[in-house]
């Protein structure tokens, strides 16, 4: 009985460390973004979108359409392999930043690119707000 009691409670704390493991910070945000469009799962990299005056379905068309044209460009480049965080500049209250990164291509290449994120109800999001 032990043993089974053991292994549960060992379980629970497997599984609440995995649930919380995601990188609820600036470069986070950026790096989940980025390993969506990496997968051409572009509806999720979406969902870190935020903007004040919300997204229309024709704003997530477009950012969509957005997406397969970069999409087109990685791979022309022999593929996104992934970015380096140069920078984060936060906010003086902590509720926005800019994060600096490096592109990295598969053909060795590399390019700068950046990303405002905004705090929104704890959760860090890419700002799309125009």
């Given amino acids: 009985m032990k043993k ?10 497997v599984l609440a460390f995995v649930s919380c493991s995601s990188d609820n910070s600036p470069e ?11 997968n051409e799962k572009y509806e999720k990299a979406i969902d870190l979108f935020y903007s004040e005056k919300g997204l229309t379905e024709k704003d997530r068309q477009g950012y ?12 022309e ?3 996104l392999e992934g970015i380096d965080i140069t920078n984060v500049d936060m906010s003086e209250d902590g509720e926005s930043a800019k994060v600096e990164f490096l592109y990295k291509y598969g053909d060795g290449s590399s390019k700068k690119g950046s990303s405002k994120v905004v705090k929104v109800d704890g959760k860090w999001m890419i700002d799309a707000t125009k």
């Fill in 4 to 13: 089974i009691l053991f292994v549960l409670s060992l379980a629970f704390i």
């Fill in 28 to 38: 986070g945000v950026v790096k989940e973004f980025i390993s969506y469009l990496q």
């Fill in 64 to 75: 969509t359409e957005i997406f397969k044209k970069w999409s087109t460009q990685f791979k």
């Fill in 77 to 79: 480049m022999g593929g």
